[in-house]
């Protein structure tokens, strides 16, 4: 079974409109490869929105703890807003009532141990929800983080760990991760063990600072890159650039995708613009992107 990640060094490169077109192309393909989603932007899940599945199981992630303060043990002593180097309890002067912020609280635990009255225990937290689903191209795992919550890579390595098991469990040979952007903790929890990583650019200034950013990631972790110019055509000097990069970096830049407004119509209608306009422009490109990226993960369907 081989990972394959999808990654940009920032949000709107283009990323999920890759991922839900090689969905798309390993399912209905003319070589077909039975592949298992994983959406690991957390923060901001959209493949959901492209590949429209039925969700069959939804799950709580609970991703640390808070302090809660009985207010029938607690005495009102104020121990626990000096010992807190969070700010997250808050007190009323007036009726020494205090109760913890649970947006603010760490989960350190530092007050649980120095109140006096054990007035106070940690609450697991439920930092968002995991889901299974169905869609037309295979299971898609996908996760909602809810707001101000942390613990994203974690909850990044969960979908991945369940797309990984599915995968193993029925014998699906490759596991699609939509990464997240940036070059943070989730990106390294969604990029961790994966076999190859594509990595979605565009050419502009900032494309490109963030593509020599997400190259280093990958280049520490020993990830095998590859690298696709997305929108290539509207500033041609800047692909130029990002292809003297890569020359440099020993990175192969297997595929440029034109600007295509059916791109932009194909996300609107909810579905992967290979399957919305198979002979758009940027539809056709991506088809020769995913050839290539089947051949580097080495499976017989490249050469049928
Ligand atoms: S340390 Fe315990 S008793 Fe003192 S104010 Fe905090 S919760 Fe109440
Ligand atoms: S658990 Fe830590 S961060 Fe949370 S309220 Fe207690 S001392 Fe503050």
Not at 57 to 77: K, N, R, S
Not at 128 to 145: C, I, K, M, N, T
Not at 221 to 228: A, C, E, N, Y
Not at 275 to 298: D, E, F, N, T
Request: hydrophobic share 45%.
């Amino acid at each position: 079974m081989k990972q394959l990640i999808i990654l940009s060094g920032k949000g709107g490169t283009g990323k999920t409109s890759l991922a839900a077109a090689f969905a798309h192309l390993a399912h209905d393909g003319p070589a077909p490869i039975q592949a298992v989603l994983a959406d690991g932007d957390v923060d901001a899940a959209n493949l959901e929105l492209v590949l429209r599945p039925q969700r069959l199981e939804t799950h709580d992630f609970t991703g640390g703890a808070v302090a809660v303060i009985d207010p029938e043990l607690c005495q009102g002593c104020g121990t626990c807003e000096q010992v807190c180097r969070f700010e997250a309890i808050i007190s009323d002067p007036n009726s020494f009532v205090y109760r913890v912020d649970p947006i603010a609280c760490d989960g350190c635990a530092a007050c649980v141990y120095q109140c006096p009255e054990e007035a106070i225990h940690m609450q697991p937290n439920t930092a968002g929800q995991w889901y299974r689903s169905e869609s037309l191209y295979g299971p898609l795992f996908h996760a909602d983080l809810y707001p101000a919550q942390e613990n994203s890579g974690k909850l990044v390595t969960l979908v991945k760990q369940n797309a990984r098991l599915l995968a193993m469990d029925t014998d699906k040979p490759l596991v699609i991760v939509d990464g997240p952007p940036g070059i943070g903790c989730p990106v390294i929890a969604a990029a961790a063990g994966a076999d190859l990583a594509l990595i979605v650019t565009e050419p502009s200034a900032a494309g490109i600072h963030d593509l020599k950013r997400a190259l280093q990631t990958t280049s520490h972790f020993r990830i095998p890159s590859l690298v696709v110019i997305n929108k290539a055509d509207i500033y041609p000097e800047g692909a130029a650039q990002i292809q003297a990069i890569c020359a440099e970096l020993g990175v192969e830049v297997i595929g440029s995708i034109p600007f295509d407004p059916t791109v932009t119509a194909a996300m609107m209608n909810g579905v992967p613009v290979t399957a919305y306009h198979p002979q758009s422009p940027a539809s056709r490109a991506i088809g020769m992107i995913w050839q290539k990226v089947v051949k580097s993960l080495a499976f017989e369907a490249a050469n049928p």
